[in-house]
């Protein structure tokens, strides 16, 4: 590349970005083949992005031999608008798993954001920190970008609440309870002890209800409470009590830097065993070989406007992320789900059939049986037999199986359950959460 086309190029890119918003987002480092190349977030997407092209600025001191390195494969910068920097930090977190930009090199591992966990469905519930939550039926918020903060927060309202934070399996009707000893938790007043019968299940169980209405809420009176008592402690020139109050006044103050559990999905965070669940697979389906190969499918779309399927792909009950596949409709119009799968499944495996590419074990419908049958359509018209064909429709959580009248219900802790449960979700994810994100920008390479 000449001096002049570098120039050229140069300028191109910062006269793009004099019209990029000041609000917080995402920002989108793309080559010449519209690959992406990096994927960064900003409070300030102008400035943010700018700061990269600046004719004074020494990339190499400032950020490394990597980075200048891409700017020179850089040929256009996008970006995407959010809400909050809370929400820039997590849907890049999730972008930079999924897409892999080969400039990124963190966020690439299977590390999640934490989330707080209140387990509701027992009779004395507890309130944990964790990125693996106990079951689908807790009560969650989150995720959090700051697990340090959820920590602090997370004493101080142990204080305020009182509410258990071990592991213990605590029954009502276990009257050995009486005789059992607290721990010390509860002689600094900062748990109410239900392990040994020292408070109702029905007090304890309001005291639950309070925390999450407190969660919920804008806890502006905690913080009015906390306001005055570091103005009062200022006063009386007691710095080291207005130093905890302001402490406390920011950690209760970042409960509000979390995503949702719907809007942020973490499907991983639910995975099961997944050594076991690929064995009882096996059985399941009563199949000769092991079921280490599944590819999930399901389909999005807005009022059937810009529909797009989605293809997963586990390897012995892991996501496998470079078998991933979007793929845009073609061959129909309006709302027609099955028709949909039909389409990609028939383009999904007639390469398959040319020989280009490897039977998977098992492929997995998002679905009931209607979803089921057009898939076992688009085999038919191949003119090939199927591996091992399923779907799992959701609420139920039933699986229909290929040539099997009746559906399987299994239980809400097996490992199978849970690996189908998260193939299901990852495709569901994966097109969804793209969908709404994305259908906007055109951001990503590798559609079909």
Known sequence: ?????????????????????????????????????????????????????????????????????????????????????????????????????????????????????????????????????????SRLFGPFTAVRDLRAVMVVLQKIFRFRTCGLEIRNRDDKRRFFRPCLLFSIHQCTAPCTDRISKDDYRKIIRDLIQFLQSKRSTVLRQLHQDMEEASKRLDFETAATCRDRIRWIESLDRRGTVEGNVQPEVFAGDPTEAVEQLQRLFESDQPVRVIEGFDIAHIGGSETVGSMVQFIDGKPFKSGYRRFRIKTVTGIDDYACLKEIVLRRYGRVVQGQELWPDLVLIDGGIGQLHAAQDAFCELRAHPPILASIAKKEELIYRQGVEEPIQLTSNSPVRKLLQYVRDEAHRFAQHYHHILRSKKLLNGNE
Request: no cysteine; charged share 30%; net charge neutral.
């Open 1 to 137: 590349m000449t001096h002049s086309d570098l120039q050229d190029r140069l300028d191109r890119i910062r006269e793009t970005i004099k019209l990029f918003p000041t609000t917080p987002g995402l920002y989108f480092m793309k080559a010449a083949d519209d690959t992406v190349l990096y994927i960064g977030k900003a409070v300030n997407l102008r400035s943010r992005v700018a700061s990269y092209f600046q004719p004074s600025s020494d990339l190499l001191a400032s950020r490394g031999p990597k980075i200048v390195e891409m700017i020179d494969k850089v040929q256009t910068v996008d970006y995407l608008e959010t809400p909050s920097e809370v929400e820039a930090i997590l849907q890049e977190a999730r972008l930079i798993k999924d897409i892999r930009p080969p400039y990124n090199t963190d966020l690439v591992d299977d590390k999640t954001f934490p989330y707080l966990e209140i387990t509701t469905r027992e009779e004395f519930p507890g309130v944990y920190i964790t990125r693996n939550p106990k079951s689908r039926r």
